[in-house]
């Protein structure tokens, strides 16, 4: 994967129910491409733990592929390391809200061309992160970005997308803030005990994805069978995110 100079680091901003605890490490969020389909709400709570009930917006629960790059992944008070702390990621994701009300992301699955990676959100998040092969292609605007799970008889899922527009924040209660606008994530470990973590970065700025190519294939390797177009496609600058420990649920910080 190309390299790409740093953008400035902007200020940190988020609700104020993160503004508690200490950060377990630091990442930067770049190149990332969301594309959502409608799902009937029945459908994604069917496959949800107890303690979770599906979001919904207008009526409709949401499955979202994104493709993205992280950089600079370091654990707190330690360093980014030359090619470890750089890889690619593809999540299959839903939005979901706790018995307390809070709303935030269940993953389905998590790609990852890096093993130690993996190895890391497994054990220490409960997240359900799969080794793959993944390649990545900037080219000015452009971006290109290959995936395909190890030991899976599909082949390489492709997204070739650019950026249409001026980048803006999402307008609190339109689609594209339910969508984007998620500062908490949901895990269960192998007992099925529910756990949940925060993260904390500036709001996206965001536009239009000019999107030629993409695939639903990983949405399908999920149990989702997504037909046609997404029916929002949207490329978000980057963004300094801030990593906060996994807690049991019923826990405080």
């Keep these: ?114 093993a130690l990676a993996v190895w890391l959100a497994r054990t220490f998040f409960h997240l359900p992160y799969f080794r793959a092969c993944m390649s990545a292609d900037v080219q000015g605007l452009q971006v290109r970005m290959t995936c395909q799970r190890r030991h899976q008889p599909a082949p390489p899922q492709q997204f070739a997308w650019s950026a249409a527009g001026e980048p803006a924040a999402a307008a609190p209660g339109s689609l594209e803030f339910f969508l984007v606008e998620r500062y908490r994530l949901y895990a269960a470990d192998a007992a099925g005990r529910l756990w949940s973590g925060e993260v904390r970065h500036a709001p996206y700025q965001f536009g239009p994805a000019r999107l030629t190519e993409f695939s639903a294939e990983p949405a399908r390797l999920a149990g989702f069978h997504l037909e046609g177009h997404p029916v929002s496609a949207l490329s978000a600058r980057p963004v300094e995110v801030a990593i906060f420990p996994l807690l049991a649920m019923g826990a405080s910080r």
């Design 1 to 114: 994967m190309r390299k790409i100079t740093p953008a400035p680091t902007e200020p940190v901003i988020c609700p104020a129910s993160l503004l508690t605890g200490q950060p377990v490490g630091y990442q930067r969020w770049n190149h990332l491409l969301f594309l959502h389909w409608p799902v009937p709400p029945a459908l994604v709570q069917a496959t949800l733990p107890r303690g979770l009930q599906v979001d919904t917006f207008g009526g409709d629960a949401y499955v979202g592929i994104v493709p993205f790059a992280m950089e600079r992944v370091r654990p707190a008070r330690l360093p980014a390391v030359p090619w470890l702390s750089w890889f690619l990621e593809l999540n299959v994701r839903t939005y979901v809200r706790d018995e307390l009300g809070r709303t935030g992301v269940w993953f389905y699955s998590l790609d990852c061309n890096r």
